[in-house]
């Protein structure tokens, strides 16, 4: 059974990059697309961004100048980095995998499995 | 503002079915997937694809969609079943590929 384990730090002062790692279990890690997404206080989900094993990536395109997310293969990991964070940035953050099924014409993509999540707190 | 629409909340007394609609363009082209999430947890997903259960998913939850609008319908409704739910459909064709609802609180009364 596949699981993520994520982690970083929790608390940062505006103006500095937020840094976490999602390390991927009992499972392959090519073949999917490995996503970040955050939820701020009382809110919504807000997708983040995504990458595969090969380390290609997609970005939410109102985060994209200020978001790298990259993959280590050799390690079954992969990790986001958003720079000059804000207390806007005040959120929870998980990391999940995208898996997809269908056929042409009848495809689908879902969220199948996520991690427990990492508070993220940007305070001065 | 989300490219999915969901209503913001709904409520269906105990052992009733309460439906929760979520729409979108690109739900023309691509099948929903649905999320629950409870107070502290992280989202669990519900259903996918052409109304498929994830193992462990109660048969009470089903899926269909028409058009530009999917549905997640909850057919006696149980207590545990209260929380948030969100609505997922992934795109790679346009410039935002991701996106989730802003979703529907769910109360069983």
Known sequence: QVQLQQWGAGLLRPSETLSLTCAVYGGSFSGYYWNWIRQPPGKGLDWIGEINHRGVTKYKPSLESRVTISVDTSKNQFSL?????????????????????GSFGDFYYYMDVWAKGTTVTVSS | ??????????????????????????????????????????????????????????????????????????????????????????????????????????TVL
């Not at chain 2, 259903?47 to 899926?63: E, H």
């Not at chain 2, 409704?77 to 935002?96: F, K, M, N, W």
């Open chain 1, 81 to 101: 980095r958003v720079s000059s964070v804000t207390a806007a940035d005040t959120a929870m953050y998980y990391c999940a995998r995208t898996n997809s099924g």
């Open chain 2, 1 to 106: 503002s989300s490219e999915l629409t969901q209503d913001p909340a709904v409520s269906v007394a105990l052992g009733q079915t309460v439906r929760i609609t979520c729409q979108g363009d690109r739900l023309k082209n691509y099948y929903a997937s649905w999320y629950q999430q409870k107070p502290g947890q992280a989202p669990v997903l519900v259903i996918y694809g052409k109304n498929k259960r994830p193992s462990g998913i109660p048969a009470r939850f089903s899926g269909s969609s028409s058009g530009n609008t999917a549905s997640l319908t909850i057919t006696g409704a149980q207590a545990e079943d209260e929380g948030d739910y969100y609505c997922h459909c992934r795109d790679s064709s346009v410039y935002l590929p991701v996106v989730f609802g802003a979703g529907t609180k769910v």
